[in-house]
């Protein structure tokens, strides 16, 4: 009987994808993120020419933000610009440049300034951030819940170009990631990164460096 259930629902499947193929599906879904686009770049003055957004991305401070032309920001993605937090006021700013893809489910931060040069490349559950909450260093702090906490920046991130970032890295404030390097999956990265050069760990260290 089992046998006989799973062929007549394989046939009814395969009636239904000859109909609305995968293939269709992936074209009916582009197009659905250039709408989605058309719609969300307005809260964004500065997008470039023939850049997506996919569809249940969070925005905020898009005044902010910046996005080169012929970029793709992965479905899901939050990305925030804070201008005020806790009574505190800062000046954020975040710049994609150009033919970027980023991830699903990204989360790129900034009381300060983020900067991601051209032909960056990210896998998904990336975290790039130039702030934490609350002060380490400070027990006071610590004993507040996180999200009441003070919004402190440790520096500027600026990733430069052609830089590969795998899955569930994070970046961290004050980072700067040379040319053409690449960080490796789930790598925490708390310092500078050399130009070709590739990181891994938690925290991450030059594992390689590339030569000619």
Known sequence: MKRIVIDILSGIFYVVHCLYSYKLSAKFKKINNRLYTLWIRNNIPKIGYNSIIGRDCTLKGGKYIEIGENTTIGRHSVITC?????GDHFSPKIKIGNNCSIGEYCHIT????VEIGDGVLTGRRITITDNSHGNPSLISEMDIP???RKIYSKGKV???NNVWIGDK????AGVHVGKSSI???NSVVTKDVPDYSIVAGAPAKVVK???N
Not at 110 to 113: D, P, R, V
């Open 158 to 160: 600026k990733i430069e």
């Open 110 to 113: 900034s009381t300060n300034s």
């Open 169 to 172: 890295a994070s970046i961290m």
């Open 146 to 148: 996180p999200i009441k």
């Open 209 to 211: 460096k590339m030569k």
């Open 82 to 86: 804070w201008d005020k937090y806790m």
């Open 183 to 185: 960080i490796a999956a």
